[in-house]
C-alpha cells in the first residue's frame, strides 16, 4: 500500500493565516495539528496544536508548572488573547525543522518511519511539490490494528 492511498481530507493554512481562525479551526475539528503552506500550497510546516499551547502559556509557567495554579481563571483566560493579530508564521519555530512529508508512491512503512523519526501527528503526502493529502497518526494506527 502506497501514502497516496491513506490520505484523508484535511485542512490547510498558509504561513500568513490569522493565528486565532489556525487554532479555533484546529479546536473545531479536534485535529492534532496541521499543515501551513506557502506560496503555490507548497508545503512548509506543520504546525502541532502542542506547538500552540506553548506559544500561549507563559514561559514562567512552562519551567515551573507549580505557578499555573496561583493564576485565576480570568487570567488564564486571557491567554488565549495572546493569538490576537498574530499570523500562522509567528507561531512557528523561528527555524521550522525538516517537513514531516512523504512522496505519493512511498509505502506505509515510510510514512510510519518519518512519522515516528520526527514525532509528528500528521505527514503531508506530496507530489509534484505539491500537498494531495495529509495522513494522521490515528489513521495509520486504525490500518496498522486491522491488520
Known sequence: MHASE????YPLVGIDTDALEATQTMAKLRLPGLVVTEGEGRP????????VVKFVVPQYIQ??????????????????AQLAGKKV???????????????ADDTVLELAAVMARMRSPLVAVVSDDRIIGVVTASRLLSLISAS
Open 6 to 9: 491513506l490520505v484523508e481530507e
Open 89 to 103: 508564521r509567528d507561531l512557528l519555530p523561528t527555524h521550522p525543522a525538516e517537513l514531516p512529508t512523504v512522496a
Open 63 to 80: 519551567a515551573d508548572p507549580s505557578l499555573a495554579a496561583v493564576i485565576d481563571e480570568p487570567a488564564a483566560d486571557r491567554i488565549a
Open 44 to 51: 512548509y510546516a506543520v504546525l502541532p496544536a502542542s506547538q
